[in-house]
């Protein structure tokens, strides 16, 4: 039931993310003859478009900020609302708490990273074109990575700042210094902004638009790592807190 | 711990910075019955709740409530399966309606009563489809109190139970703990409204500036507070009237004015041997008590 609660909690968010997800998927595929020729250099091809407007451009700069907001909430916001008191005295762990909202949040941002997945190969054949799947499946799992990190970001901000703009401000800000950090040589392949879009990694073919090698495994092992520790910490953190 | 005490905290305590909410509190709250927490604003009633129900890290001392341990994260929360709350802003999930928030808090309680449940719902009249954003305050009271019920909880505890509600709301209310604790609930609450408290409780511990200042029961306070007034010729001795039992000894004139809590017969004796020419001997309230102590405190 903590999970029903924390499903409650994000539902609107959610449902509206995944709306523009998907209606901005939709209205990419089905207007991209219009679309293709604004490009500079000539029309890209209908891969290369798609890499380009959405699992490079618009559609997943969009994505990272709407997990950043998915990851906004928790028990330091129901104080602001009142109902901290109600869920403090369920006979719960506050550990159990933590761990609710954040399945809940992942879940949601894995279904966000899966939307262009289900969305563009399957309308891609109405406009005579078409998309592999294993493509957009890969892209999916990249998303999800680099969403998880976003999502944890945002989460531990939310767990140490209560206002209502604070902890998404904050989170935003976090996000921009380590886009900034790991832009630097010595640590751009745990940049989750190229990693999700492949660009200039040795997995992705800028010229074709695909991903013909395989995925870097360490980097989002390193990432998902750092994401549990922040995860911890968003716990340990909560155990400690008054309300 | 006593096995009649569902609460007893030892020397409890909790600073914010340098300032002190709750200091060395030694606290009793006995079994079956109706124990009124009374302070003014910002005495330290709220900070001592959420210490008990492990909502907020006391800095020093050691509480147990229904024998478990408020300190130990695991104890306290056996402990709250069997303790219910009512929070003082009574706000409760606003995006749900009143049937999913009672099905959600349902699913946390093995024991809850559905007939219970049900029997409330319709005696409150809440309307199950109804979200929770939408209901008034006194309506919002009422769920808060009936998910608190339904669980057949030992202890019932309540923060400001009637604040903010119009009397119709506060009547039914303080009927409703009444009844829970004629089925053998322990209740305790906290107020800074002293007939509410003087109407239903059975014991009364009075908090101020972080201190536990009074801990009597009602009953024995009708019995044996009383105010003597007293009337003398010449200026009254006030040191004469420093007897065991004599909580406050005024002088305003050439009349003395003594609140005791007991030997008010010592001091009617002590009156009369020093010449006193009126002497006035009346029952007192609790907001006499409580003043009077508030004020010596201060």
């Known amino acids: ?243 | 711990m006593g096995s009649d005490c569902v609460i007893e905290t030892h020397e409890l305590g909790k600073n914010y910075g340098r300032f002190e909410a709750v200091h060395a509190l030694n606290l009793r709250v006995s079994r079956q019955q109706i124990t009124g927490f009374l302070g003014r604003n910002g005495a330290g009633k709220s900070t001592t709740i959420k210490m008990l129900l492990g909502m907020t890290h006391p800095t020093a001392g050691t509480g147990r409530v229904l024998g478990r341990s408020i300190t130990d994260s695991v104890e306290n929360r056996e402990m709250r399966r069997e303790v219910a709350y009512v929070g003082e802003d009574k706000q409760l999930y606003a995006y749900m309606t009143v049937e999913q928030l009672i099905r959600f808090t349902r699913s946390f309680y093995p024991d809850w009563q559905n007939d219970v449940a049900q029997h409330l719902r319709k005696q409150y009249q809440l309307p199950q489809n109804r979200k929770v954003r939408a209901l008034s305050k006194g309506m919002r009271t009422k769920l808060a109190l009936l998910l608190a019920l339904a669980r057949k909880p030992a202890l019932l505890i309540l923060d400001e139970p009637t604040e903010g509600l119009d009397p119709v709301s506060i009547e039914e209310l303080l009927h409703a703990l009444v009844a829970a604790a004629s089925e053998g609930m322990t209740v305790f609450f906290s107020s800074h409204q002293i007939s509410e408290v003087e109407r239903i409780a059975d014991r009364v511990c009075i908090i101020d500036h972080g201190r536990l200042v009074a801990d009597l029961s009602l009953d024995q306070m009708r019995q044996d507070y009383r105010r003597i007034t007293l009337g003398f010729a010449t200026q009254p001795p006030a040191n004469e009237f420093k007897i065991h039992g004599v909580q406050q000894v005024k002088i305003v004139g050439r009349q003395v004015i003594v609140l005791a809590r007991e030997n008010s017969d010592v001091v009617v004796e002590c009156a009369h041997s020093l010449g006193a020419v009126s002497v006035d001997v009346a029952p007192i309230g609790l907001r006499d008590v409580f003043l009077e102590t508030v004020k010596e405190e201060t």
């Open chain 1, 1 to 243: 039931m903590l999970c029903y609660k924390a499903w409650r909690e994000s539902q609107t968010r959610f449902v509206l993310s995944a709306l523009t997800i998907a209606g901005l998927c939709v209205l990419f595929v089905l207007f991209q003859n219009e679309a293709r020729t604004g490009f500079d250099g000539g029309p890209p091809t209908y891969v290369g478009y798609i890499w380009r407007i959405v699992y490079k451009g618009y559609v997943r700069e969009l994505y990272v900020l709407l997990v950043l907001l998915l990851g906004v909430g928790g028990l330091v916001r129901e104080r602001a609302y009142g109902t901290a008191g109600f869920t403090l005295a369920l006979p719960v762990s506050r550990w159990r708490l933590v761990a609710a909202r954040a399945v809940i949040g992942l879940s949601q941002a894995a279904i966000l990273s899966l939307l262009p997945a289900l969305v563009i190969p399957v309308l891609s054949p109405f406009v005579q074109e078409s998309y592999p799947w294993t493509q957009a499946i890969q892209f999916s799992l990249l998303w999800t990575v680099g969403g998880t990190l976003v999502f944890a970001m945002a989460f531990l901000a939310s767990v140490i700042f209560g206002g209502e703009y604070s902890a998404p401000v904050v989170a935003f800000v976090v996000l921009l210094v380590y886009s900034a950090i790991a832009d630097m040589p010595m640590l751009d392949r745990f940049d989750i902004h190229d990693m999700m879009s492949g660009t200039g990694t040795p997995y992705f073919r800028l010229d074709a638009s695909l991903i013909t090698g395989p995925l870097p495994w360490m980097a989002i092992a390193v990432i998902l790592l750092v994401s549990c520790c922040m995860f911890v910490l968003a716990g340990r953190i909560t155990q400690a807190q008054d309300f």
